[in-house]
């Protein structure tokens, strides 16, 4: 990776995605327990071992009967021979003129090919093991009425849950009905996080004057929760360059180091020159906003390579660059199949105008109105107005060669939510 020649070049936001996700890569695979297992990205395809269901099963409580005795016979009282639970396996062999009480997801017994639900019969439902011995059907069914085929759910052999898949509560019960118990994933990669700057403080510790609680920490850190990675939250770090180092040096085993803050400008910003120190720099600086200040290098700290993510001072402007640079590489350290927001057509309620030919990204609301999406636009863009982020559920994009998008036009909006 070589660093760039001129970092007052600002790099276009597709090709700064293009060099960041290019370093990354399939963290190693780890067995957990299921239980253990939701929000992990599985690390191997998944098949079925077996049927499943396993045989043909009830899908009511009812009778098991055969359809020709009640149609072609004109049989409509049976003569029960038994009863099959949903725990039983069927013993009897159904003949002409007879019915089996059945629960549900109880074996569907030989001879029976369909089933008549309680409440089309005198019987009604029963409890315990007991059953009538006969029974009047009221009201027929159609063949094959109220039976569950083996298999029709998932055939043996077939794909369950694809390499790539995020586990959620309906894939975990998937997995615990084929009686999978260590689930093959993707670890979870370690991002390490540091605020930096004398005028911030932690939540909960005293406040001189002139300074600010830190919301950056707890905004990024939270995302990348949220996107599945683990945090590791450091406190803050003043305007020195040895604190800076040393708070760097501690996250050696980290498997990406996010700084918040120190890559502008400013007297006091230092985390590019403890990047030039300890490694290199990519690029400092995107053609897009908000969002400009951000830089992308790769340290050596002692031995270890890691690599680096400065994020810009402003919130809006961090959490910006978070959902375009940093949440998909985390998805993609997960093995994860779609690592990328998805996007949308709205038509916006206000202007955008571009007066600087960057490409940005504006924060706004989507609602739906006849079957059309609409971007209602915070009133105030500014990258320090925390409100407009609460606001939000997506950020509408003017392109760096559009120099207003009008009211009522459409535009692409990349969905924050869901």
């Not at 629960?103 to 007991?130: C, H, Q, W, Y």
């Not at 905004?219 to 708070?247: F, M, P």
């Not at 809006?316 to 997960?334: H, N, T």
Request: with cysteine; aromatic share 6%; glycine share 8%.
């Amino acid at each position: 990776m070589k660093p760039e020649k001129s970092t007052s070049k600002l790099l276009e936001v597709k090709k700064a995605q293009e060099i960041i996700f290019s370093n990354f890569s399939n963290l190693n695979s780890i067995d957990l327990p299921l239980i253990d297992s939701q929000n992990y990205v599985l690390s191997k395809d998944i098949f079925a071992p077996f049927n499943l269901p396993e045989k043909d099963n009830s899908a009511m409580d009812g009778f098991a009967i055969k359809y020709k005795d009640i149609i072609d016979n004109k049989i409509t009282e049976l003569k029960v021979v038994g009863r099959v639970g949903a725990e039983n396996k069927s013993e009897v062999y159904l003949n002409k003129g007879q019915a089996i009480r059945i629960m549900t997801g109880g074996e569907i017994p030989k001879g029976a090919d369909s089933v008549v639900p309680f409440e089309n019969t005198d019987s009604g439902p029963m409890r315990g093991l007991n059953y009538p011995k006969k029974v009047t059907i009221n009201t027929p069914v159609n063949l094959g009425d109220n039976i569950r085929e083996a298999g029709l759910d998932y055939k043996k052999g077939s794909l369950v849950l694809k390499a790539g898949h995020l586990l959620n509560p309906p894939s975990l019960g998937v997995l615990a009905s084929f009686g999978i118990n260590n689930v093959p994933v993707t670890r979870k990669p370690v991002i390490s996080v540091i605020s930096t700057g004398n005028e911030v403080v932690m939540p909960g510790d005293e406040r001189k004057p002139g300074q600010i609680y830190d919301s950056n920490s707890f905004i990024i850190s939270s995302a990348i929760k949220e996107s599945g990675g683990e945090v590791n939250l450091l406190n803050i770090v003043g305007d020195r360059k040895e604190d800076i180092e040393s708070a760097i040096l501690s996250c050696r085993n980290s498997d990406l180091i996010i700084s918040i803050g120190g890559v502008s400008k400013g007297d006091f910003d230092l985390i590019k020159d403890v990047l030039l120190e300890k490694g290199e720099i990519n690029f400092w600086g995107i053609n897009m906003k908000p969002g400009k200040p951000l830089a992308f290098g790769r340290l050596n700290l002692e031995g270890e390579n890691v690599f680096q993510i400065g994020l810009p001072g402003n919130p809006v402007s961090a959490y910006v660059c978070f959902e375009l640079f940093v949440r998909p590489i985390i998805l993609k350290m997960m093995g994860a199949n779609d690592i990328m927001r998805k996007k949308i057509k709205a038509k916006l309620t206000n202007d955008i105008t571009n007066t600087d030919g960057r490409r940005m990204y504006t924060r706004v609301k989507i609602l739906e109105e006849n079957n059309e999406f609409i971007a209602e636009i915070y009133n105030n863009q500014n990258s320090n107005i925390l409100s407009s982020l609460v606001f939000a559920d997506g950020l509408a994009i003017c392109p760096e060669d559009c120099k207003v998008i009008k009211s009522g036009d459409e535009t692409e909006v990349i969905l924050l939510e869901g």
